[in-house]
């Protein structure tokens, strides 16, 4: 696994992927001044202009100078020049020379200067009305020595990494951090594939949906004959690959960023951050063998289940297990044999790393590094995993049978509770674009998790049980398990603005 520091974005390390391919890349683009594509979106850099905000004399997450600071009471500090010429070394990210004096944004103050009656924006370093528009706001979180506040996570170790809608953290001397190079606006590079195809052969024994970042769409099958993982481009073309034989398929799941890349060039003087390596595999494929341990071919049959990867460019195992699984039995999410049984809740880490439940026992969690070559177990729960989803560069939200969700460091193997849905979860899905997690419910509902404070709000209700997953596209898909039921695949719309 990475080191930790090379998990956290900075902003000068934005990584696009390519649209209007299959989705798979192995080279990332190093700075952000190789992006394009900006839609319009909101967003401010380590060293931007501010976003207009309520309070006209705030900054962004801006740096040029320092001087004595004096709290003006409008969500800012405000210091007079140090010298004749300007502001002198006003050189925190939160700070900003205007009109020869040093103006300090909200960000990263303690105590809060807007409260109690407004919250701090800290896209624009304003105080805004708690309801306004194009605001990130929330509480600030200790975080060993430094302080994490929106737009950011504790990595565990003392340090803040970014999560959706930043792409990178901006910290004060005194370790106070928040995100940086946010943007409020969803930015879509790609359309989904067209419905009717979407429902065509593609959809045929669907059990299992994801998308890779230029909107390609993968299914996997469970139907009782040859099972198969399909690919479908936003222009039609659709490609299948034969699993082994009739072993069941349950997940299927696509590397992707986990936050949306949003600038088309680097702020001015965004210096400081060194570029990380880039990531490989963005839109690599894995899926799960799930085949109950006493149905047909699956009985006692130890490579009938686990977790595989495909490998496209090797003719004779495209699709080799990279994690062997135990057999293993659950009575949910869906309540049905050959659905409920071997590993589930597959996911990647944005590390290249995947990660899945029950592949040793009920509740294990364990872990398949591609790039070392390793299967590690990393946590027991205390029931049975139903599903799982990255969340942030070191964490991953998982769901247990029952309803209870908890997020799980990665590098720590630190668990905390986050919330109980009151229904098994048959499936997770993080949207990249403000980091909320969409769950599909047993008991049909879809609801939209805040995977760090565990807000949950009501959001849609499926037509039979299925799974849901997030596009590029911008939409919510639903997709049927067509083994308990033959619906139709369809897709509700995502918020475009917070």
């Given at each position: 696994?990475?080191?930790?520091?090379?998990?956290?974005?900075?902003?000068?390390?934005?990584?696009?992927?390519?649209?209007?391919?299959?989705?798979?890349?192995?080279?990332?683009?190093?700075?952000?001044?190789?992006?394009?594509?900006?839609?319009?979106?909101?967003?401010?850099?380590?060293?931007?202009?501010?976003t207009?905000?309520?309070?006209?004399?705030?900054?962004?997450?801006?740096?040029?100078?320092?001087?004595?600071?004096?709290?003006?009471?409008?969500?800012?500090?405000?210091?007079?020049?140090?010298?004749?010429?300007?502001?002198?070394?006003?050189?925190?990210?939160?700070?900003?020379?205007?009109?020869?004096?040093?103006?300090?944004?909200?960000?990263?103050?303690?105590?809060?200067?807007?409260?109690?009656?407004?919250?701090?924006?800290?896209?624009?370093?304003?105080?805004?009305?708690?309801?306004?528009?194009?605001?990130?706001?929330?509480?600030?979180?200790?975080?060993?020595?430094?302080?994490?506040?929106?737009?950011?996570?504790?990595d565990?170790?003392?340090?803040?990494?970014?999560?959706?809608?930043?792409?990178?953290?901006?910290?004060?001397?005194?370790?106070?951090?928040?995100?940086?190079v946010?943007?409020?606006?969803?930015?879509?590079?790609?359309?989904?594939?067209?419905?009717?195809?979407?429902?065509?052969?593609?959809?045929?024994?669907?059990?299992?949906?994801?998308?890779?970042?230029?909107?390609?769409?993968?299914?996997?099958t469970?139907?009782?004959?040859?099972?198969?993982?399909r690919?479908?481009?936003?222009?039609?073309?659709?490609?299948?690959?034969a699993?082994?034989?009739?072993?069941?398929?349950?997940e299927?799941?696509?590397?992707?960023?986990?936050t949306?890349?949003?600038?088309?060039?680097?702020?001015?003087?965004?210096?400081?951050p060194?570029?990380?390596?880039?990531?490989?595999?963005?839109?690599?494929?894995?899926?799960?063998y799930?085949?109950?341990?006493?149905?047909?071919d699956?009985?006692?049959?130890?490579?009938?289940?686990?977790?595989?990867?495909?490998?496209?460019?090797?003719?004779?195992m495209q699709?080799?297990?990279?994690?062997?699984?135990e057999?293993?039995?659950?009575?949910?999410?869906?309540?049905?044999?050959?659905?409920d049984?071997?590993?589930?809740?597959?996911?990647?880490?944005?590390?290249?790393?995947?990660?899945?439940?029950?592949?040793?026992?009920?509740?294990?969690?364990s872990?398949?590094d591609?790039?070392?070559?390793?299967?590690?177990?990393l946590h027991?729960?205390?029931?049975?995993?139903?599903?799982?989803?990255?969340?942030?560069?070191?964490?991953?939200?998982v769901?247990?049978?029952?309803?209870?969700?908890?997020?799980?460091?990665?590098?720590?193997?630190?668990?905390?509770?986050?919330?109980?849905?009151?229904?098994?979860?048959?499936?997770?899905?993080h949207?990249?674009f403000d980091?909320?997690?969409?769950?599909?419910l047993?008991?049909?509902?879809?609801?939209?998790?805040?995977?760090f404070?565990?807000?949950?709000?009501?959001?849609?209700?499926?037509?039979?049980?299925?799974?849901v997953?997030v596009?590029?596209?911008g939409?919510?898909?639903?997709?049927?398990?067509?083994?308990?039921?033959?619906?139709?695949?369809?897709?509700?719309?995502?918020?475009?603005?917070?």
């Open positions: 696994m990475r080191s930790p520091t090379l998990l956290r974005l900075a902003s000068a390390a934005l990584l696009l992927a390519a649209c209007g391919d299959d989705g798979r890349q192995t080279t990332a683009l190093s700075s952000a001044s190789d992006v394009t594509g900006n839609t319009g979106a909101t967003a401010t850099g380590s060293t931007g202009a501010p207009t905000g309520e309070q006209p004399t705030g900054t962004g997450s801006g740096a040029a100078s320092t001087g004595a600071a004096t709290d003006t009471g409008q969500g800012t500090t405000a210091a007079s020049a140090t010298t004749a010429g300007g502001c002198g070394a006003c050189d925190q990210p939160n700070q900003q020379c205007v009109d020869g004096q040093c103006v300090t944004g909200c960000q990263g103050q303690d105590p809060d200067p807007c409260g109690p009656d407004m919250v701090c924006d800290v896209i624009s370093g304003d105080c805004k009305a708690v309801d306004a528009g194009c605001t990130l706001a929330g509480p600030i979180v200790a975080c060993g020595d430094s302080q994490c506040g929106p737009g950011t996570a504790c565990g170790q003392g340090g803040c990494v970014p999560i959706a809608p930043c792409l990178g953290v901006a910290c004060t001397d005194t370790k106070e951090c928040w995100g940086d946010c943007t409020c606006d969803r930015k879509i590079d790609c359309a989904d594939p067209p419905i009717d195809l979407m429902n065509g052969p593609f959809a045929d024994n669907i059990s299992g949906l994801d998308f890779a970042d230029d909107c390609t769409a993968w299914s996997v469970v139907s009782g004959g040859q099972e198969s993982v690919s479908l481009t936003t222009a039609g073309t659709l490609t299948s690959y699993a082994i034989g009739d072993y069941d398929l349950g299927v799941r696509v590397l992707r960023h986990l949306i890349p949003q600038l088309e060039t680097v702020p001015p003087l965004a210096a400081g060194v570029p990380l390596a880039p990531v490989e595999g963005y839109g690599e494929v894995a899926l799960t799930i085949c109950c341990p006493n149905c047909g699956c009985a006692n049959n130890p490579n009938a289940r686990g977790v595989a990867h495909l490998v496209e460019t090797d003719p004779n699709l080799p297990i990279v994690i062997f699984a057999p293993t039995q659950g009575t949910g999410p869906f309540g049905e044999m050959h659905l049984g071997g590993p589930q809740g597959l996911t990647w880490g944005e590390d290249r790393v995947l990660y899945v439940g029950n592949a040793k026992a009920d509740g294990d969690y872990s398949a591609l790039m070392n070559g390793t299967v590690t177990s027991t729960f205390d029931a049975r995993v139903s599903a799982s989803a990255p969340i942030s560069p070191v964490h991953n939200l769901a247990l049978l029952g309803g209870e969700l908890y997020r799980f460091n990665v590098v720590t193997a630190e668990v905390e509770f986050v919330v109980d849905l009151m229904s098994d979860v048959t499936s997770l899905s949207d990249p980091g909320h997690v969409y769950a599909s047993a008991s049909l509902e879809v609801v939209r998790v805040h995977p404070t565990g807000d949950v709000a009501a959001f849609q209700t499926m037509p039979a049980k299925g799974r997953a596009s590029p596209g939409k919510l898909w639903y997709t049927p398990v067509k083994y308990l039921n033959p619906g139709s695949l369809s897709a509700w719309d995502l918020p475009t603005k917070f």
